[in-house]
């Protein structure tokens, strides 16, 4: 099946600095989405992006599909950015199950 | 619009006994996916249900563990005769779609087996 890999596993930030999170995949996606887990458990929708670029706030992610990799960009890091953040893909043209990544555990110092 | 509805949050059963989880999908969603996590680890996909079919159990334990989403009500997941390993999170997702939409997910059920 379709292999999932995130880096890094964790990341360590002062508050106001920016990161980058890389999501790579090893076939070719219909479905990529990215989302936070927050330090309650919940898991939070960021992107719903199988290719191209989105932005929401301070956040934004791009994929580049040809490629097999996604993107997730936090700017102006605050301490609720905090928690684990899971990209996750389905194959193209295969079943329509979604699989996770392991995750980047984003821990924003104040 | 209410989201993802999983019950109970949170469920304590000793060894040997029986544990159902529920789910009620987003309104207008016949999608649904179950997902374990343990601790400090990521999602584990377990299985994929429409309304009255199972997609893809591959994720599934092939003894103990069941699930369905009947024509009416929620989606079950059920474990039976809990061991101390089937203690985690489990996460319900539904989507509208199959395969290219986003996944809406419930707050989870955190299982603890004694």
């Known amino acids: 099946g379709i292999q999932v890999e995130q880096s890094p596993p964790d990341l360590i930030l002062q508050e106001g600095a920016n990161s980058t999170l890389r999501c790579n995949f090893s076939?070719?996606?219909?479905?990529l989405q990215w989302f936070h887990q927050n330090p309650w458990g919940q898991l939070i929708n960021l992107f719903y992006?199988?290719?191209g670029t989105k932005q929401n706030g301070r956040l934004s992610a791009t994929t580049v599909a040809t490629e097999r990799y996604s993107l997730l960009y936090i700017s102006s890091s605050q301490t609720t950015d905090s928690g684990v953040y899971f990209c996750?893909?389905?194959?193209?043209?295969?079943?329509?199950?979604?699989?996770f990544g392991k995750g980047t555990r984003l821990h924003i110092l104040p | 619009n209410a989201g993802v509805m999983q019950n109970p949050r949170h469920l304590v059963r000793r060894r040997g006994q029986e544990a159902r989880l529920r789910c009620s999908p987003m309104?207008?969603?016949?999608?649904v996916y179950w997902y374990r996590q343990l601790p400090e680890e990521g999602l584990k996909f377990m299985v994929y249900?429409?309304?009255?079919?199972?997609?893809?159990e591959s994720g599934m334990p092939k003894e103990r563990f069941s699930a369905e989403f009947p024509k009416e009500g929620p989606s079950i997941l059920r474990i039976q005769q809990v061991v101390r390993g089937d203690s985690a999170a489990y996460f319900c997702?539904?989507?509208?779609?199959?395969?290219?939409?986003?996944?809406?997910f419930g707050n989870g059920t955190r299982l603890t087996v004694t």
């Open positions: 997702a539904s989507s509208p779609l199959p395969g290219n939409s986003p996944l809406h």
């Open positions: 076939d070719s996606v219909n479905n």
């Open positions: 992006i199988p290719s």
């Open positions: 996750a893909v389905g194959a193209e043209n295969r079943d329509d199950k979604i699989i």
């Open positions: 309104k207008g969603h016949s999608h």
């Open positions: 249900l429409q309304k009255e079919n199972i997609i893809d």
